[in-house]
């Protein structure tokens, strides 16, 4: 069975926090992606990692930085927290070149007072 | 750039009604799109695609067929079940090279069945 997996399902920060959320999957997929998701707004992308130390941005990156020294692991680093972060993240990964079909994980939901 | 419209909800049913959630998009030729599913507390999971013009996706009793003419990816059920209600979000992959590595998806809409 295919997994995704974060490592926390909520969080809670303070403003200026450095904060990491981290992402593993066991299926060998090459590409791996973060999202955050906000009512009414859907899914947004922040980056997407095509590979081992490769990423590119995204949609919304600003605010945000990534780390991929692992092809399992995709970090997503906010440096420094704040409140209009908080927010639900989402990690995904796929495989390059296939179905484009993307598997999440649980999501982990951040909140930063 | 490439783009998903889908209704907004909430949609509010009875148990064994008729579903249907509308779904549109902008993009240059011919992307492959998606329903995705969030149950609640979970994550995003894939219900049904498909790749090209006329083609129809089904699974778990939904299906949607890519209309190309009308660019429209409607979601479908004849019967809903408590167990659907969720959150459906509708996705496509763009075929511009630069931005055929992503999903773009719809805002998301909130379906709750009742008993």
């Known amino acids: 069975d295919v997994k995704v997996t974060q490592s926390s399902r909520y969080l809670v920060k303070r403003t200026g926090e450095k904060v990491f959320l981290e992402c593993v999957q066991d299926m060998d997929h090459e590409n791996m992606f973060w999202y955050r998701q906000d009512p009414g707004l859907g899914l947004r992308l922040i980056y997407f990692s095509y590979d081992v130390k490769m990423k590119e941005k995204g949609d919304i990156p600003e605010g945000y930085s990534v780390s991929r020294e692992k092809k399992e692991r995709f970090s997503l680093i906010l440096e420094s927290a704040s409140t209009n972060q908080t927010s639900m993240y989402l990690c995904?990964?796929?495989?390059?070149?296939?179905?484009?079909?993307?598997?999440f994980g649980p999501g982990t939901r951040l909140t930063v007072l | 750039g490439d783009s998903v419209t889908q209704m907004e909800g909430p949609v509010t049913l009875s148990e064994e009604a008729f579903l249907t959630i509308n779904c549109t998009y902008t993009a240059t030729g011919y992307p492959s799109l998606f329903w995705y599913v969030q149950y609640p507390g979970e994550g995003l999971q894939l219900l049904l695609k498909?790749?090209?013009?006329?083609d129809k996706g089904s699974n778990k009793g939904f299906e949607a067929t890519y209309r190309k003419e009308t660019t429209s990816f409607h979601l479908e059920k004849g019967s809903v079940q408590v167990s659907d209600s969720a959150v459906y979000f509708c996705a496509l992959r763009g075929v511009r090279e630069g931005s055929n590595y992503k999903l773009t998806f719809g805002k998301g809409t909130l379906l709750t069945v009742n008993p």
């Open positions: 995904a990964s796929r495989v390059a070149g296939g179905s484009h079909e993307q598997f």
């Open positions: 498909a790749t090209k013009a006329d």
